[in-house]
Protein backbone atom coordinates (compact mmCIF):
# COMPACT_ATOMS: atom_id res chain seq x y z
CA UNK A 1 0.00 0.00 0.00
CA UNK A 2 1.57 3.45 -1.07
CA UNK A 3 1.69 5.93 1.60
CA UNK A 4 4.07 8.31 3.86
CA UNK A 5 3.99 10.10 6.97
CA UNK A 6 5.30 13.50 4.41
CA UNK A 7 3.05 16.15 3.44
CA UNK A 8 0.80 15.58 -0.16
CA UNK A 9 2.65 16.94 -3.31
CA UNK A 10 0.86 18.06 -6.15
CA UNK A 11 2.27 15.03 -8.76
CA UNK A 12 4.97 17.90 -10.09
CA UNK A 13 8.80 17.15 -10.63
CA UNK A 14 9.65 18.77 -7.55
CA UNK A 15 8.59 15.38 -5.73
CA UNK A 16 10.62 13.38 -7.78
CA UNK A 17 14.20 13.86 -6.32
CA UNK A 18 17.36 12.65 -8.54
CA UNK A 19 19.91 10.65 -6.20
CA UNK A 20 23.74 9.42 -7.70
CA UNK A 21 25.07 5.98 -6.35
CA UNK A 22 26.62 6.61 -3.16
CA UNK A 23 23.19 7.82 -1.61
CA UNK A 24 21.42 4.72 -2.83
CA UNK A 25 24.83 2.46 -1.45
CA UNK A 26 23.69 4.55 1.92
CA UNK A 27 20.84 4.21 2.27
CA UNK A 28 20.68 0.53 1.82
CA UNK A 29 24.05 0.21 4.23
CA UNK A 30 21.57 1.69 6.55
CA UNK A 31 18.79 -0.67 5.43
CA UNK A 32 16.28 2.43 5.02
CA UNK A 33 15.20 2.16 1.07
CA UNK A 34 12.52 0.77 -0.61
CA UNK A 35 14.01 0.10 -4.06
CA UNK A 36 11.62 -0.78 -7.42
CA UNK A 37 13.44 -1.62 -10.53
CA UNK A 38 10.81 -0.92 -13.07
CA UNK A 39 12.82 -2.72 -16.40
CA UNK A 40 11.89 -5.65 -18.20
CA UNK A 41 11.61 -9.42 -16.76
CA UNK A 42 14.11 -10.44 -18.66
CA UNK A 43 16.58 -7.60 -17.86
CA UNK A 44 16.05 -8.57 -13.86
CA UNK A 45 16.75 -11.90 -14.27
CA UNK A 46 20.18 -10.70 -16.13
CA UNK A 47 21.47 -9.03 -13.11
CA UNK A 48 19.59 -6.39 -10.80
CA UNK A 49 20.60 -4.28 -7.81
CA UNK A 50 20.47 -6.50 -4.50
CA UNK A 51 16.91 -5.47 -2.39
CA UNK A 52 15.02 -4.63 -5.57
CA UNK A 53 11.46 -4.83 -6.69
CA UNK A 54 10.57 -5.69 -10.30
CA UNK A 55 7.73 -3.96 -11.32
CA UNK A 56 7.93 -3.22 -14.91
CA UNK A 57 7.09 -0.02 -16.45
CA UNK A 58 4.89 -1.87 -19.49
CA UNK A 59 2.66 -3.55 -16.42
CA UNK A 60 3.18 -0.26 -14.19
CA UNK A 61 0.61 -0.80 -11.40
CA UNK A 62 1.08 1.75 -7.90
CA UNK A 63 0.02 -0.80 -5.76
CA UNK A 64 2.66 -2.95 -6.55
CA UNK A 65 5.13 -0.49 -4.61
CA UNK A 66 5.79 -2.50 -1.54
CA UNK A 67 4.68 -0.03 1.71
CA UNK A 68 7.34 2.72 2.45
CA UNK A 69 8.39 2.27 6.77
CA UNK A 70 8.17 5.47 8.38
CA UNK A 71 11.82 6.62 7.57
CA UNK A 72 12.66 4.89 4.58
CA UNK A 73 13.55 6.40 1.04
CA UNK A 74 11.28 4.81 -2.01
CA UNK A 75 14.41 4.83 -4.98
CA UNK A 76 12.97 3.76 -8.39
CA UNK A 77 15.43 2.90 -11.26
CA UNK A 78 15.78 1.62 -14.38
CA UNK A 79 18.63 1.02 -16.91
CA UNK A 80 19.86 4.26 -17.58
CA UNK A 81 17.31 6.71 -16.07
CA UNK A 82 13.92 7.82 -18.41
CA UNK A 83 11.82 4.55 -17.51
CA UNK A 84 12.07 5.48 -13.88
CA UNK A 85 11.00 9.09 -14.52
CA UNK A 86 8.29 8.18 -16.14
CA UNK A 87 6.99 5.56 -13.31
CA UNK A 88 7.72 8.15 -10.62
CA UNK A 89 5.51 10.24 -12.41
CA UNK A 90 2.82 7.83 -12.81
CA UNK A 91 3.41 6.96 -9.09
CA UNK A 92 3.11 10.62 -7.94
CA UNK A 93 -0.19 10.67 -10.10
CA UNK A 94 -1.90 8.09 -8.29
CA UNK A 95 -1.93 9.65 -5.00
CA UNK A 96 1.73 8.08 -3.83
CA UNK A 97 1.86 11.21 -0.95
CA UNK A 98 5.83 11.09 -0.80
CA UNK A 99 9.40 12.06 -2.98
CA UNK A 100 10.24 9.72 -4.97
CA UNK A 101 13.91 9.28 -5.68
CA UNK A 102 15.78 8.30 -9.19
CA UNK A 103 18.50 6.65 -9.45
CA UNK A 104 20.59 8.81 -11.86
CA UNK A 105 22.30 6.66 -14.63
CA UNK A 106 20.11 3.74 -13.77
CA UNK A 107 21.64 0.30 -13.14
CA UNK A 108 24.05 1.27 -15.79
CA UNK A 109 25.62 3.74 -13.51
CA UNK A 110 25.77 1.19 -10.47
CA UNK A 111 27.01 -1.14 -12.39
CA UNK A 112 29.85 1.19 -13.49
CA UNK A 113 31.15 2.10 -10.36
CA UNK A 114 31.50 -1.86 -9.81
CA UNK A 115 28.50 -2.09 -7.06
CA UNK A 116 27.29 -5.57 -6.49
CA UNK A 117 24.76 -6.99 -9.33
CA UNK A 118 22.86 -10.07 -8.43
CA UNK A 119 21.65 -12.48 -10.82
CA UNK A 120 22.40 -13.12 -14.18
CA UNK A 121 25.51 -15.18 -15.29
Known amino acids: ?20 CDTLQ ?5 NRVVL ?8 YQAGHIAGSTLVPLS ?3 PGAIPAIPAGHHLVIHCRSGHRCGVAAAL ?12 LEGGILAWASRGLPIVGGG
Open 26 to 30: HWQDE
Open 59 to 61: RFD
Open 91 to 102: LLAAGYSGPVHR
Open 36 to 43: VDVREATE
Open 1 to 20: MLGSSASQPSASTDSIRLID
